[in-house]
């Protein structure tokens, strides 16, 4: 029951994370938004979740938090997809660029965490 909790979440975020993708985004042919954007989002829906399971329903079945945490923010959240656009950003010698985008989603989405959390 915990692979089919983790499978189905996974297969919600990944969905998320393409429809994000589909967004058209003006003035942002350079740099890569809608990863930050998913990310930033999966961050949020990270530190709700994390709040609501440690503060409201610490009780309730793991196959939840598998299918919440696990599932769909790993599938909605994409480290691989920033890791290569970073390297494409550097490999095309845009590496103040790079070196935003790297730090805007670690400190954004660590922060959004951290924020969210706490207003549980």
């Known amino acids: 029951m915990q692979y089919l909790a983790v499978f189905?979440?996974?297969?919600?975020?990944?969905?998320?994370?393409?429809l994000i993708s589909k967004i058209s985004i003006p003035y942002f042919d350079q740099f890569p938004i809608h990863t930050l954007i998913a990310n930033l989002c999966?961050?949020?829906?990270?530190?709700?979740?994390?709040g609501l399971f440690i503060v409201k329903f610490a009780d309730a079945p793991n196959e939840w938090k598998l299918f919440a945490?696990?599932?769909?923010?790993?599938?909605?959240?994409?480290?691989s997809?920033?890791?290569?656009?970073?390297?494409?950003l550097i490999q095309n010698q845009q590496l103040g660029l790079a070196l935003l985008y790297v730090l805007l989603?670690?400190?954004?989405?660590?922060?959004m965490i951290f924020l969210v959390s706490k207003l549980m």
């Open 81 to 88: 997809t920033f890791s290569l656009e970073t390297f494409k």
């Open 42 to 50: 999966s961050s949020a829906v990270l530190g709700l979740l994390t």
């Open 8 to 18: 189905l979440g996974g297969g919600l975020g990944s969905i998320c994370r393409f």
């Open 69 to 79: 945490a696990t599932g769909f923010c790993g599938g909605f959240s994409t480290f």
């Open 105 to 111: 989603s670690v400190f954004l989405c660590v922060g």
